[in-house]
């Protein structure tokens, strides 16, 4: 079998992306993920577990907000060189 092209890879990736999303439900196949890197913000903020349960939430979705709010800075960053440059 000859070598697919990166078009050809894309187009084969979109068609198995497109069948599994007809068959699955999109939030079922990403839970697993989605725990993991909400676990990523708890671990971080307290490793220890030694904040009440109240307290280790809220500060993980302020440490959660803060790294997509960090996203969009270097996106919006990364935006402004590429329209600055020649």
Do not use: C, W
């Amino acid at each position: 079998m000859p070598a697919k092209s990166p078009q050809q890879r894309s187009l084969v990736s979109t068609i198995g992306a497109h069948a599994l999303h007809s068959k699955y439900d999109s939030r079922e196949l990403t839970t697993n993920a989605r725990a993991k890197f909400d676990q990523r913000f708890l671990d971080e903020i307290d490793p220890h577990r030694v904040l009440p349960e109240a307290e280790r939430d809220r500060r993980a979705d302020h440490a959660r907000k803060a790294y997509f709010a960090k996203l969009a800075y270097m996106s919006a960053k990364a935006r402004a060189a590429r329209k600055a440059a020649p």
